[in-house]
């Protein structure tokens, strides 16, 4: 039961964090989001992102800075196994579930119901 506080309160104070930067910046949120990715990529190059991972569990590795530290993980796998073509292939590979599961059901959400476009 405490390994889902820790993650529960991990994750929201990573989007609380996120939140604020959007609120209190001029930056829009694609940047924002890129901004994560490549913070998880880059803590995960130094060595820091994976023991807090391991320690707060899933409120690390959901959001985007996990999905970026994913993508560094895959890249370094692939680079030892395959050599120079690892660097554009490992993240993708290591990352393919969770963009294949994140375009599925944001397809199904999209037919359940049914969004319109701002205009």
Known sequence: MMELIKAFLVG????????????????????????LVVSGAVL?????????????????????????NTLWKGVVKSLGEEGFLGIFKGGLTAASAGIAGAMIFGYLGSLAFKPKMKG
């Open 12 to 35: 929201g104070i990573i989007c609380s964090l996120v939140q604020i930067l959007l609120s209190r910046t001029k930056l829009m949120p694609g940047r924002v989001m890129v901004l």
């Open 44 to 68: 995960g190059c130094l060595g820091i992102y994976e023991p807090f991972t391991e320690w707060a569990g899933a409120g690390a590795s959901v959001p985007l800075l996990g999905f970026g």
